[in-house]
């Protein structure tokens, strides 16, 4: 089996000793951050979807996504000297994607980044989808409304381009090989591929909750 190196965000992680435990706590980037199995990620989305309804579930599991993301991807492009108008924006989008993988989301390949049309597609395994698989059997429809959230985050993020939505066109918890997401302007997909996945617009922002970033961020030094 030929070698494969770690995610080139994996290997700056390693190599400038950014996860740490101190007091207790593990600290991403000197950021507090919590460490959990993926079986207590899949028992609350479900308690969510049995709650709720699949649609407030995953209205708020994509923002979610699209909160960690946005702030994460400030971290990552400030920290390793991503400037904002760096010209190779696929290099940017792929580098900060596999932050995906440090956090044990699963891998995932972009098969397509147009940037003048605004179109992204990203083909991988999703952990979220093979351990919803493993627990509750083949679904009917996609189950990553996370991840979803996070790749529309990034893709808006190196495309300066606003309200982008991701749906997933394949999930490995429908027996599918692979996941495969599509992000563009909501307005060019077809209503009926938004359908089953359509979502409640909420926050992504937590200013809009009352509160503010600028203190976890000044503990990561930006």
């Given amino acids: 089996m030929a070698f494969k190196p770690p995610p080139a965000i994996l290997q700056r992680v390693m190599r400038f ?36 309804g699949r649609r407030k579930a995953s209205s708020v599991l994509y923002a979610l996504g699209k909160f960690q993301s946005i702030q994460t991807f400030k971290m990552v492009s400030e920290r390793f000297g991503y400037a904002k108008t760096i010209n190779d924006k696929r290099k940017l989008l792929e580098f900060n994607t596999g932050q995906s993988e440090v956090a044990g989301l699963g891998t995932g390949k972009w098969i397509r ?39 529309a985050a990034y893709a808006e993020a190196v495309s300066e381009a606003e309200n982008l939505f991701c749906i997933e066109t394949s999930c490995i918890s429908m027996g599918k090989k692979h ?22 617009t909420l926050p992504s922002d937590i200013r809009m909750l009352g509160s503010k970033i600028e203190p976890y961020l000044a503990l990561a030094n930006i």
């Fill in 113 to 151: 980044i147009d940037l003048k049309n605004k179109v992204f597609i990203l083909r991988g395994r999703s952990t979220i989808a093979e351990e919803y698989r493993r627990f509750f059997g083949l679904q009917k429809l996609p189950v990553d409304y996370f991840i979803r959230g996070c790749l």
């Fill in 179 to 200: 996941c495969e997401f599509v992000i563009k302007e909501k307005t060019s997909f077809d209503k009926n591929e938004v359908a089953s996945q359509d979502i409640d």
């Fill in 17 to 52: 000793k950014s996860i740490q435990h101190k007091n207790g706590k593990l600290l991403l980037w000197n950021i507090p951050a919590i460490l959990i199995p993926a079986y207590s990620f899949i028992f609350l989305q479900r308690l969510m979807e049995n709650d709720v």
